[in-house]
């Protein structure tokens, strides 16, 4: 007991026993710090999440038309993503890569959920063909359903870059071609459903 007496008296007198209890000090300090960053991290992601529900609401107003037609459809996969999808003749003519005038409508009304989602959601456009090969007209322009996909989905980021001024940083193009149908390609109502472009908001 005396041994233990002794070794405790020595350990204090060396000056640990104070160094101990600083850094018992500054971490208690730096709790409260992080605690209020997590909160506040908790506060901006709800915030994000009522944005992208209010770009959701926004779409599905200005599109309302189209999805009653099954021309197009607004779906939320996610509390922060949102997709659209547009059959192919809402947006481009027969044998064309050039947005129509209506297409530019509708585009603006998917512009109007861009501006009020949260300023880091990013556009993702997809871009989709049947499986037919191209017809003569596009060959003289593209190689095949890759590059028609690709041109289209471009097409429709520039609309939406130069047309309703969103930061083009905010954007990624990717060509599906033929190879993610969603309906059968052997009718020609499955071959409709398949032209597409998809676009997604994603706030991740």
């Not at 233990?4 to 208690?28: D, K, Q, R």
């Not at 710090?33 to 992208?52: A, P, T, V, W």
């Not at 947006?91 to 947005?99: E, R, Y």
């Not at 193009?173 to 052997?186: C, F, Q, R, S, T």
């Amino acid at each position: 007991m005396r041994i233990l007496i002794a070794f405790l008296t020595m350990f204090m007198l060396s000056g640990c026993y104070p160094l101990l209890t600083e850094g018992h000090y500054n971490t208690v300090e730096t709790v409260p710090g992080e605690i209020k960053s997590l909160k506040k991290s908790d506060e901006q992601m709800k915030e994000d999440i009522r944005q992208i529900k209010d770009a959701l609401g926004m779409m599905k107003t200005g599109m309302k038309q189209q999805i009653t037609e099954k021309t197009a459809s607004v779906e939320q996969l996610s509390p922060e993503t949102i997709q659209v999808t547009l059959q192919q003749k809402m947006l481009f003519k027969s044998g064309s890569s050039t947005i129509s005038a209506e297409g530019r409508k509708l585009l603006s009304h998917f512009a109007e959920g861009v501006r009020n989602a949260p300023e880091a959601a990013r556009v993702r456009v997809v871009g989709h063909t049947d499986a037919n090969p191209i017809g003569s007209e596009l060959r003289a322009r593209y190689t095949d359903n890759w590059e028609l996909s690709a041109a289209r989905a471009a097409a429709v980021a520039r609309a939406l870059i130069w047309g309703e001024n969103i930061n083009p940083n905010r954007f990624h193009i990717e060509a599906g071609g033929a190879i993610a149908p969603v309906a059968d390609n052997n009718s020609e109502e499955g071959r409709a459903q398949n032209r597409r472009i998809e676009l997604f908001l994603e706030n991740i």
